[in-house]
Every structure is written in structure tokens, then in C-alpha cells.
């Protein structure tokens, strides 16, 4: 906007009065005109519309700052009473959930300072929550537990020439499925989700090699943790390319000593015990390897394919080790402007039993299919159905035997803003 100065309004006032006390003076030296007819009556004018002054959005957008959020709410239904280490996100076996309510602002720029900070409220903060950082008082030293706040994301950024440097808390870089579910094709979650990092604290540094290219190193705490469970540090290593211009692959490894739950949590056929990890674990040394190869088969049809690999040692406090690994395949097309589908395969092995909290080898086998409907840019519409099978019995029936199968149906409303 214009600033005018006082000192030129003051002498647009002045001529203007001047030049009204001149056409007075005009009118009484001019002799009197013949009576006119009375005019018809004019329609009365419409009153001038009020200045308009700047958006909330104007004003952020002229201050570098970039506000953005979403609302996610779904039904979830299984025919049998889920895994609660196997389904993660989805443990009801009948609900409605408001599952986040997420905003995220930010300013940030390729050279200087910046930062980004990232809010989530709903059901899934509590399971995003890091160690030292769920808002519910009696779990508030408990990663992933409890509370429906979240500071997810808070960091300040300095950018120099082909290097980037965060400090603070951010997001993993492991696994395709991500926090905010405006950008996942799906409803549900695979289970790799629930068994690799959300967020990391601490430092993190990007180097741009090349327009295709970007190079990370980071050390943090562990996997979510905003305070040390232990007096270890975890290390990041990524790499992420352009092979060609319809085909990426990005790699991601993460290696330190992480806690485990406490021996008294061994699992065992009878029950389905929590895998969070608590200040009383054993720590023991954790590497995760994470592959993720994306090609745009056409403008409209994507493939995705994710391997992932997790070691742990000194599993539930005892000597030995644990493993698993994960391959889920994405395949992705977008029909029109306004309906998409989604395909999603996975195969979750789980050798040792820890991470299914099922005693023995097991492994979980899933299908999925999603459809969305965006009416309107910013809304979307999802429709899925969903088919789990396990070596094992790990899935609770109504009268409370171990199933190896499970059948899932979900809606899901997603609004951007």
C-alpha cells in the first residue's frame, strides 16, 4: 500500500477549498436563470463500499511467513480386535476418531535463517509424542503414550551456499508413509510406520551436491526422543537421487543405542504387550536400514517400492538380538482431476516375535486398496478395504483366541487449509 504524505493532503485540501469558494463566487456574479421543472426524483445512490484492507494471509505472505494445516477424521472397523503392535494407529476394532488436527508455520528461505514449527492435536499425537514430550501428566516420560497435543516438529534452520543446518526437533526421513496424512495415499498405516522413528531432536545437515542430489548427516537423541533415554546418541546417514527424471531413490540409515522395553514386558502368547521403550529398558544397539525407490511409470501412474531393516540387540533385557524387515509396494494412479486409487502390498517379517509382541517367528501379509474423491481442491474423500494375514495367531477374536487373519473397512475425510 501507498503511504501519502500529510503535507500533500493538507494542500489538496487547500485547493480544493479554494476552488469551491470560487464557483460560490461565480454563482452569486451571474444573474438569476429562469425557475427549471423539478428534475425526476434519481434512484439513491448505493453507499460506497467499506475499504478493504489486507488478508491475515497478506500480511503473513508479505512477512515471509507461511502458515498451512489439515483435519483429519475417519471410521475404522476390523472383524476381529486389532494387534495393538501390529496396527498402531487403528487399535479399536469399531471407532470414529478425529485422528489430528495439524498446522505447521514456517519461514524459511535458500540463504539465512529460518524455522518451522509444527503443532498436532487429535488422537495420533499421542502416539507421535517423543519421550520428555507427551502432554498427559502421567505419561509425559513415555514415548509414544498418552495426551492429544504435540509439538511434532520445532526447529530453527541456517542456509549457506549448498548446505542446510537444523537444530531442533524434525521429522525422520525413514519410510514412505509420513505424519501428515495429506500426503499419504492410504487410510490406514503400513506396519512399518509404527516400528520405525517419527521425529528425531537434535542436528541435522543437508548438503545439495547437485540439482538431484542431497547428502544428510545428522546425531540425535534416539528414535523419539525430545530428552536422552540413555547417554547414547544416534547417528543419520541419507542419501537421496534422481536416477532419472521420472525416477528417484533416497536411502536412509540409522544406527545407535536404543532403549527397550523392560524384561518384565516379555512377550508371550497369551497377551499382546506394549514394544514402547521406557527409562527402566535395557539399552541396546539399534541399526534401521531404509530403501525407497520411486518411478512415475506415466504422468499419471506411480510405483513405489520401500525395504526396510531393523537389528536390535539385547532384546526385552536378555543378551540375544532381534530383527525384522518390511517390503511394501505402492502403486498409485490418478484416474482423473478428481478420483485416484491407491494399492498397497506389504509383507512385515518378524522373526524373533518382539516387534508383533507374538512369541516365535511370525510374519503379517497385507493387501489394501484405497479410492479418493476430491470434490473441491482442498477436501478429499477416501474409501479402503484392507486384508491382514499372519503366521501365527495374532489377531484377537470376540472370545479372545489368537486369529491369523483380519478384514478392515475405512472412510476417511481429509480437509487442507
Known sequence: MKHIHRSTLAVAATLALMSSVSAMADDAAAPAAAPAAAPAAAPAAAAPAAPKGPTLSDILGNS????????????????????????????????????QVGITISSTSKEGFGGLLNLTAGRDAGIYCSYGGCSSSSTATTAGSGGNFDVTQGYIQYAKGTWTVMAGKFVALSGVEVIDPTANTNITHNILTGKVPYTLTGLRAVNAISDTTNLTLGISNGWDQVTDMNSSKTAELGLSTSLTKDTTIAMVVYAGAESMPTPATTPSTATQPSMIPTLNGVSGNRTQEDFILTSNLTPALTFIINFDHVSQEKVFGINGSAQYWDVTAYLNYQINEKYRTSFRIEKFNDESGAATGVIGANYVNVATATVGYAPVKNFELRGEISGSQAKVGTFAASDGVLNKTLATVAIEGVYKF
Open 64 to 99: 515471509s511467513i507461511d502458515v498451512k494445516g489439515y483435519v483429519d477424521a475417519s471410521y475404522i472397523g476390523h472383524n476381529r480386535t486389532p494387534n495393538a503392535n501390529v496396527q498402531v494407529f487403528d487399535i479399536d476394532k469399531n471407532s470414529f476418531a478425529l485422528h
